[in-house]
């Protein structure tokens, strides 16, 4: 059975391969949405502990966006895309095609906005799910995304909630998008069911 | 006075004047065992209800059912009287409301239920709660005057239970 707690170098290879890939369609659609030449760096993935996620995030307290989809079919689990509020702002923006408006400090994005960063959502996500099939011949199914402004911690419970049961850790992806000198962090989290992990390698022949 | 941060699934024991505190609780709990004669207090952030089954070692902190209990012997073995001992407890949202695989995503009802369950078995009070909902919250507790405050941020607000 999968152990979370103990994920080898060829297993976190797998993964960054997936981001890679991922990132790399998502890059190019984005490009295409926005008019702009929009590039990726060298993908992480990494193991953590659950009080390291919010670090990544500066900090539990730390306002963030969070963007939820549910896989199904051949993967069960959940894809969640973190971005800091301000990185948000300023991809919403963008797609909008409109000047970095300020949003208020509690985090709140007019139904446009909202309605752009659900966009960007189903397209970095659905460029990571294309990935996975492509590298893996599943099927995946995505859900509609869902967005919620909080506390960095209180997002990311999600993932505690996920793997409490049998370990310690946790699978992190993070891609940088760069658009002409601004850099972007979107931070991704795998997050299928303890099963469906081992679904995932034993189609790449890894486990 | 120090202020003791909790991180997931961890607990910290201490008296007056401390206080005590977690950030960013989402589906998890954060729960208070206080002692209001004594002034002695724990903090436990509880990230699941139940733990699981034949597993030889788990940290008893991150599941409701064997954190309460712990919690108990830890503040009474620091000096707080059992019978006078309240609880107060935050957190336990519905983060994301996803349409399908809603177990996963119901946990913080789940770790909530627990709790209350736990306590009631214990016979021990609830003095103040603020759980459920859909927003993240951050909580203090001061020893001092049993206060718990509890701040979230989207929307912005303070208030103390």
Known sequence: MFDINNVNQTTLDFFREIENIGAGHAATA??????????????????CGYNEITHIMNGPENVVVGLLVGISDDLRGFILLVLDLNDARVLGSTLLGEPIENVS?????????????REVANILIGSYITAISELTGLRINASVPELVVDMAGAVMNLLAAAYGEYGDHVLFLETQF???????????????EIESYQTLLTKMGIS | MATLTIGIAEQVV???????????????VGLVLFDPVTKIGGMVHIML???????????????????VPEMIRLVTRAGASRHMLQAKLAGGAHMFNNSYQTDMLNIGKRNVDVCLAQLQAHRIPVAAQDTGGTIGRSIEFNCEDGTLQVRTVAPKSLRLI
Not at chain 1, 109 to 115: A, C, I, L, N, R
Not at chain 1, 179 to 185: K, N, W
Not at chain 2, 14 to 28: F, I, N
């Open chain 1, 105 to 117: 400090e509690d985090g709140e994005f007019s139904e446009m906005q909202v309605s752009a960063l």
């Open chain 1, 30 to 47: 984005l490009s295409m949405m926005t008019g702009r030449q929009i590039t990726i760096s060298v993908p992480r993935a990494q193991l």
């Open chain 1, 178 to 192: 760069s658009d002409q000198g601004q850099c972007l962090y979107g931070h991704f989290f795998l997050i299928p």
């Open chain 2, 49 to 67: 209800p139940c733990a699981p089954q034949g597993m030889a070692e788990i940290n008893k902190f991150k599941f409701a059912d064997t954190a």
């Open chain 2, 14 to 28: 201490s008296r007056a004047p401390d206080r005590l505190v977690t950030l960013g609780l989402g589906s998890c």
